[in-house]
């Protein structure tokens, strides 16, 4: 079992950057395939970005090319998205997810694990 804790929303303005963090326990994520999902009022949660175990990265590059990085640190077992450039477009509530297959999957199904959810609020 792997418990996750989503962290690092807040309200902003356009052009602002953030980070959001999501703190794993339970096991290390050092062999999951860990991703940033999104949802927007009224809307399906999406696909933001992906980090498999070995480190390769995915980006729904419609939606956040070039402003979204996604990384992880395997010592603090913690999973980060840094957001820059930030729209009022962005704003929604950001989940971390994790799947022990170690690959990055596009589908929520697919994701074993999910974190509570933060609020990042981008004001024009």
């Known amino acids: 079992q792997v418990q996750l804790v989503d962290s690092g929303g807040g309200l902003v303005q356009d052009g602002d950057s953030l980070r959001l963090s999501c703190a794993a326990s339970?096991?290390?994520?050092?062999?999951?395939?860990m991703a940033w999902f999104r949802q927007a009022p009224g809307k399906e949660r999406e696909f933001v970005a992906g980090?498999?175990?070995?480190?390769?990265?995915?980006y729904n590059t419609g939606r956040v090319k070039g402003r979204f990085i996604i990384s992880k640190d395997i010592s603090k077992n913690t999973l980060y998205l840094q957001m820059n450039s930030l729209k009022p477009e962005d704003t929604a509530i950001y989940y971390c997810?994790?799947?022990?297959?170690?690959?990055?999957?596009?589908?929520?199904?697919?994701?074993?694990?999910w974190g509570q959810g933060t609020q990042v609020t981008v004001s024009s």
């Open positions: 980090i498999t175990w070995s480190g390769g990265t995915t």
């Open positions: 997810a994790a799947n022990p297959d170690g690959v990055v999957r596009w589908t929520l199904g697919d994701y074993n694990y």
């Open positions: 339970g096991r290390s994520i050092r062999s999951y395939g």
